[in-house]
């Protein structure tokens, strides 16, 4: 991803050393560039929760270098396997929804259960939560790749005429640790000389679209627009929207998508209006033991203060507004599912398969044995 015209990945070893992860800072995008160090599992575990790294695989990713540190405190610790046990509880209760969290502490666990020799498991961890991040780049790129034909097909229906592509929260570059889920398709396409432009919902109340998917565009130079929540479906009614892409934060073995808070709706208004409603997601965001989203997959509820107050600039700088009357409750559930009924394809890293557990089934057979 370039920011400022400098190659950056969303998390990456300082100086390729081994002692500090850097981040950039999600909270103060776009006003404000800030690059993070993290030093412990703690630090990491805090950046997941208080989302200065936010979005599936990043959230993964970052996990996972979580646990390469508590190994490195757990061999100064008493005992090193109740360390371990309490750094993998503490970073899976940083939040409850996006399943590559989970994905990603199981790989850990496994390459610490298999190493027979301590003074190997720090570097050998040190190695997985790379090769993690890696592969995660890997995998978005190639989501990117599998993406491309849809935008072209339209493109060459419409005669080189622009294509409109919705997109809800961020699954871009910032959700991952490169490239993006739901936006890597729209880059390929960009960069392929496409004419594409996006709507980007605003995403409330974290406002990742207007803050985050926003920023990115503009420094990759794609045409956007920001709309507020709850212009799409009068977009669609008006032949305004060529398909829409969303990201995900798991999805079951039969093809139920959670994705952020209101995902569904634009699901819903896509169907109504005989468009297209993709999902990009790599392997790591599937939940294959599920089979029912609805009944199965946790919501996280956040705090009233994201619903209450509202983030941006003025001529003094950055600051929080109260936007609601001081003593009205608020409710925050971060994500929704949107049935598999609604969802035109699964935009993978292996290829595009269908909505449902057959297809998927054939997709992901060695995964899903494991
Ligand atoms: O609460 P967030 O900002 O972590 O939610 C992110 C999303 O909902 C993304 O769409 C999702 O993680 C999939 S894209 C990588």
């Given at each position: 991803m370039r920011i400022n015209n400098k190659y950056y990945r969303s998390i990456w070893l300082k100086d390729d050393a081994a002692d500090v992860v850097q981040i950039i800072d999600q909270r103060p995008l776009p006003h404000e560039f800030i690059i993070e160090d993290l030093k412990s599992m703690q630090d990491c575990a805090e950046a997941i929760r208080e989302m200065h790294v936010r979005g599936a695989p990043l959230?993964?990713?970052t996990a996972?270098?979580?646990?390469?540190?508590?190994?490195?405190?757990?061999?100064?610790?008493e005992s090193f396997q109740k360390h371990i046990g309490r750094a993998f509880i503490a970073l899976a209760e940083t939040r409850p929804t996006a399943v590559d969290l989970f994905y990603a502490l199981r790989r850990m666990q496994q390459v610490i259960d298999n190493c027979e020799d301590l003074s190997l498991v720090a570097e050998a961890c040190l190695n997985e939560a790379q090769a993690i991040a890696d592969e995660s780049a890997e995998q978005c790129r190639q989501i990117g790749l599998h993406g491309l034909p849809l935008i072209e097909t339209v493109s060459k229906i419409k005669r080189g005429g622009t294509v409109n592509i919705l997109t809800h929260c961020n699954a871009g570059w910032l959700a991952t640790v490169d490239y993006g889920t739901a936006l890597a398709p729209i880059y390929a396409a960009f960069d392929k000389g496409i004419d594409v432009?996006?709507?980007v919902d605003e995403t409330r109340p974290r406002n990742q679209g207007a803050r985050l998917t926003a920023y990115e565009l503009l420094q990759h130079g794609v045409p956007h627009t920001v709309i507020p929540d709850n212009t799409g479906g009068h977009l669609m009614q008006h032949g305004m929207v060529d398909m829409v892409i969303v990201g995900?934060?798991?999805?079951?073995?039969?093809?139920?998508?959670?994705?952020?808070i209101g995902t569904y709706l634009k699901a819903l208004?896509?169907?109504?209006?005989?468009?297209?409603?993709?999902?990009?997601?790599?392997?790591?965001?599937?939940?294959?033991?599920?089979?029912?989203?609805?009944?199965?997959?946790?919501?996280?509820?956040?705090?009233?203060?994201?619903?209450?107050?509202?983030y941006g600039k003025n001529e003094h700088g950055t600051s929080e507004v109260l936007l609601t009357p001081a003593g009205s409750p608020v409710a925050n559930y971060a994500f929704d599912v949107t049935?598999?009924?609604?969802?035109?394809?699964?935009?993978?890293d292996r290829g595009i398969c269908k909505a449902n557990e057959r297809s998927i089934v054939q997709m992901f057979s060695p995964e899903m044995a494991v």
């Open positions: 959230i993964g990713a996972a270098f979580g646990m390469y540190f508590a190994v490195r405190e757990a061999l100064n610790s432009h996006v709507w995900s934060d798991r999805t079951t073995r039969k093809g139920d998508v959670c994705n952020k208004a896509a169907r109504d209006n005989d468009i297209p409603f993709y999902v990009a997601l790599p392997v790591s965001s599937f939940d294959f033991e599920l089979q029912d989203g609805l009944k199965e997959i946790p919501i996280e509820q956040r705090s009233d203060h994201e619903v209450k107050y509202i049935p598999a009924r609604l969802v035109s394809a699964l935009i993978t």
